[in-house]
């Protein structure tokens, strides 16, 4: 059986996915967490990659992952993300004319990031009559620093790609009846926005607001500290008949900062389509999961909501269905080791 793993290294955590795959379907293999050592992500010292590196090799031991080949993904919010529109041109014309667009789109030097592109659309499928086109730069000093904990953790690296992107690729499955869904992944540190339209990828956007704004945000409404705030977060969540509302007051002007950012979302997206409409919204991450946050999100956007569920279509073993409580927090690693 051929099998691919997806690493999924977080702020919070360190997630493994091995999928196997034959004629018969895709089967879970191994599958995994642990949490990433704190602020090691966000630092430059050689003991700080060192203890991710240690975190991965455990990572590896634990779910018995066979394989030391893996894909991983990049943060949204370091890696430059556009779907583009250019008239119809040949793979070699794209690959010279690529240049030119990412200078408009990219605030870095072209030399100091690596740009890839996909063709999502031939222009005979757009109205607009041209191609459209994801166009990716990822900081080069970023990719250095990610293969160099995954060389200390003695694991090659195959593809690189960024969360979101991997997590449509996981997800796209589950909204296979949906025309056209939003795709919001609430993460640690960052939201992380896609439009899926007959699950090609249409629009990316990054947000700096995530699960530990929310915590920042009920402790110093709630006067606790980030501990208590973090434990409060997530029992009681934005549901308004807990603790007499205050955590959900407490954590409103982040949610409205995320809300907002989703209804301009819609808005960019139904200026261009003006023929569709959003029909769902699928929420993946790990703040996903908070009590009350599908409720929130489907009231506020007006928009039916539902939480990720990337096992679609994935078999596993019964003692495995554990995997099921935490499914939204998978779908990055899932859409990784999806990727063929």
């Not at 025309?179 to 956007?205: E, H, P, Y």
């Not at 009681?236 to 950012?261: F, H, N, Q, S, W």
């Amino acid at each position: 059986m051929k099998s691919s793993v997806g690493l999924d290294i977080g702020s919070h955590s360190i997630k493994l996915i091995e999928l196997g795959s034959d004629r018969s379907g895709i089967t879970l293999l191994a599958a995994g967490s642990v949490p990433t050592p704190p602020k090691a992500l966000s630092s430059k010292l050689a003991a700080d990659y060192e203890a991710v590196a240690i975190a991965i090799k455990d990572l590896f031991k634990a779910t018995g992952c066979k394989s030391k080949t893996v894909n991983i993904a990049l943060p949204e919010s370091q890696v430059f993300t556009r779907v583009i529109e250019v008239p119809q041109l040949s793979q070699r014309e794209l690959s010279s004319a690529i240049k030119w667009e990412a200078e408009q789109y990219i605030p870095l030097p072209l030399d100091q990031v690596n740009i890839d592109f996909t063709v999502l659309r031939e222009a005979k499928m757009t109205t607009s009559g041209k191609m459209e086109v994801l166009l990716v730069a990822a900081p080069k000093a970023l990719l250095e620093k990610y293969l160099t904990i995954l060389e200390l953790s003695e694991v090659t690296v195959a593809n690189a790609e960024t969360e979101i992107i991997a997590a449509a690729r996981a997800l796209v499955r589950s909204t296979s009846t949906i025309k056209t869904a939003m795709i919001v992944s609430l993460g640690a540190q960052t939201t992380d926005l896609a439009i899926l339209r007959s699950g090609i990828l249409a629009f990316t956007r990054s947000i700096s607001s995530g699960g530990e704004a929310l915590s920042r945000a009920v402790a110093q409404g709630l006067e606790f500290n980030l501990t208590q705030a973090e434990e409060f977060k997530k029992t009681y969540g934005l549901e308004r008949d807990k603790v007499e509302g205050k955590i959900l007051a407490a954590a409103k002007p982040i949610m409205e900062t995320i809300v907002g950012e989703m209804k301009r979302a819609v808005e960019f997206y139904m200026e261009k389509h003006k023929d569709e409409h959003i029909e769902a919204i699928v929420l993946s991450g790990g703040t996903a999961r908070l009590p009350g946050m599908v409720i929130y999100i489907a009231e506020t956007m007006g928009i039916e909501t539902q939480l990720a569920n990337p096992w679609v279509g994935i078999r596993k073993d019964a003692k495995q269905s554990i995997l099921d409580v935490d499914a939204s927090t998978y779908s990055v690693a899932i859409g990784l080791a999806l990727r063929s």
